[in-house]
């Protein structure tokens, strides 16, 4: 916290460098949230340039409230938002849960997946099926594992309950190991 | 799409352990969870953004300091043509007298709309970034 307040007063004093190592500090964590979202590369490099932009201009705003990152991780995540809801492109599945429920039931123990598939194998299928999910449930999951944010954090990055990012984390990992269970010989819905 | 209670939800609550622990496919699926996405952002990134952000604050600047100079040199004539006005005729200085300007509803009138357009600017000033 004390290095974003020394960071922060740097950029604000217009400090040679600071903003440069601002983006740097932060670009990995913009491009995540952004790609995830938006799922096309030429896009969100350009999202990300009106996050960091847009960051400069309203940094004398931030309070110290929460953490840097969790505050440029929300400007990043409305940019996205307000760029797939110009496209009319849905965020979170609509579709009822019931089946992915159900399937609750019927898992199998899955310890001999990588022995019969191979990890390379597994890891491909997965990315396709990370792919695949909504924006939302892709852009939790990531935030979750790859930037180890705490589900808390993530809730301030997207403004929702933490329940509902704990709902929505459970459900996208549900959901990718239902693309492993066919092929661990266990029939998924 | 309604969030899950993992309070009265057992089957979805063990799961959710299982699924912190890494248990069987999870493992797989945090592992690829946790690998970086290709392709990322161009190696010059920060230093592209970083110029562009900072050509726009100035360009932002200049503009406001364009416009100072400006109220400021009207502000000057004004005040200097009103000094002229007061030397070169009485009247003037007993039209701006208290009972003077009482006597002239249109100095009301002016300080009205001056108020009315300062309260409306105050109302209508553009929203904040949400606070950090």
């Known amino acids: 916290m004390n290095e974003d307040r020394i960071l922060v007063d740097a950029v604000l004093a217009n400090a040679p460098g600071a903003f440069t190592r601002l983006v740097r500090t932060y670009q990995g964590l913009c491009w995540h949230i952004v790609q995830r979202m938006v799922r096309h590369p030429d896009d969100a490099a350009e999202l990300c340039q009106e996050v960091f932009l847009r960051v400069h201009q309203t940094l004398h705003q931030f309070r110290h409230e929460s953490p840097l990152r969790a505050w440029i991780g929300r400007v990043a995540y409305h940019v996205a938002l307000r760029h797939l809801e110009r496209k009319r492109i849905a965020i979170v599945d609509l579709g009822g849960d019931e089946d992915g429920m159900a399937f609750l039931e019927n898992l199998g123990d899955g310890a001999d997946l990588e022995e019969r598939m191979g990890q390379d194998q597994v890891d491909t299928l997965l990315h396709a099926a990370i792919d695949a999910l909504p924006p939302v449930q892709r852009t939790v999951l990531t935030l979750y594992h790859l930037d180890e944010l705490s589900i808390a954090e993530i809730a301030q990055v997207t403004g929702m309950a933490t329940g509902t990012i704990k709902s929505h984390l459970f459900r996208a990992r549900l959901r990718l190991r239902g693309e492993l269970e066919p092929r661990m010989g266990v029939t998924a819905p | ?132």
């Open chain 2, 1 to 132: 799409m309604k969030d899950i209670d993992f309070r009265t939800d057992r089957a979805a609550e063990g799961e959710w352990q299982a699924q912190q622990r890494g248990d069987g496919p999870y493992a797989a699926v945090a592992r690829a969870a946790r690998q970086g996405m290709e392709p990322a952002l161009p190696a010059d990134f920060a230093e592209r953004v970083a110029a562009t952000a900072q050509a726009r604050a100035r360009a932002l600047r200049q503009p406001a300091r364009l416009e100072t100079w400006l109220i400021a040199g009207l502000l000057v004539a004004m005040l200097g043509g009103g000094v002229a006005a007061m030397a070169a005729d009485p009247r003037v200085l007993e039209a701006l007298s208290p009972r003077g300007a009482l006597a002239q509803p249109w100095l009301l009138g002016l300080a009205a709309c001056a108020a009315v357009t300062q309260g409306v600017a105050w109302l209508l000033r553009p929203a904040r970034w949400p606070r950090g």
